[in-house]
């Protein structure tokens, strides 16, 4: 029961962790994309003079450490180790501190646009009006991302409490022991025997010697 419960536990943790991959998935897809439209409003002659773009960069940083977390999740959902599921932990708990502190900034702080530089791009406003303008959509969006952060957490922590899997390795056949032993008395496990065939020819002469004294 226990090995289904497990078992079990591993696959609903390798389901919600690709969710997470594919978010960061997106991420990085649509932080190329602005970074293609931002190098073809810039052109080649002001290219070298350009402004760092910190928007496109933290959204490939955080895409790309989203996809670390999850390749780190699946190591820990198939292995169930104790040591990969606490590092696994350790990075959802900071993912969701770096979002709740970057969420309350934004919420309470009516100044918190004065907290990040100014985005030469301009992809911040636009982003920031696509958001005002679905704000229910990306709510939702928002709390699925959350919410499966969340149980990948819950799950790691069960898996943990369940520990790896018990296995038992046997380095030959004599040190198994059928499951019915304990009912039999005075039990001794077979020995294995090893015959040598370069001695074989020499026992069988000396057999046929002391035969033939002894008919005489």
């Not at 536990?9 to 978010?23: A, E, F, P, R, Y």
């Not at 502190?101 to 982003?127: K, Y």
């Not at 919410?147 to 056949?173: C, F, N, R, V």
Request: hydrophobic share 45%; charged share 20%.
């Amino acid at each position: 029961m226990a090995r289904m419960a497990r078992s079990c536990i591993q696959t609903l943790l390798k389901v919600v962790n690709s969710g997470i991959g594919m978010v960061g998935i997106a991420m990085i897809i649509y932080a190329l994309w602005m970074l293609r439209v931002w190098q073809r409003h810039l052109g080649p002659d002001s290219a070298p003079n350009a402004p760092i773009p910190w928007l496109i960069y933290s959204l490939i940083g955080l895409g790309a450490s989203l996809c670390v977390i999850t390749c780190s999740g699946h190591i820990a959902a198939e292995t169930a180790n104790g040591c990969c599921l606490y590092v696994y932990m350790v990075f959802i708990f900071m993912l969701l501190v770096l979002e709740a502190a970057v969420t309350a900034d934004v919420f309470l702080n009516r100044n918190w646009e004065e907290d990040f530089p100014d985005d030469p791009t301009g992809n911040l406003d636009e982003l920031k009006d696509f958001i005002k303008d679905n704000f229910d959509i990306c709510r939702w969006i928002g709390l699925t991302v959350v919410g499966l952060q969340g149980l990948s957490m819950l799950l790691a922590m069960i898996l943990k409490a369940l520990g790896p899997h018990s296995e038992t390795y046997y380095e030959s056949d004599d040190d198994y022991t059928p499951d019915r032993v304990p009912l039999l008395k005075n039990y001794v496990p077979p020995h294995s025997y090893v015959s040598d065939s370069l001695y074989q020819p020499k026992n069988d002469s000396w057999n046929i010697k002391i035969n033939g004294k002894a008919g005489r």
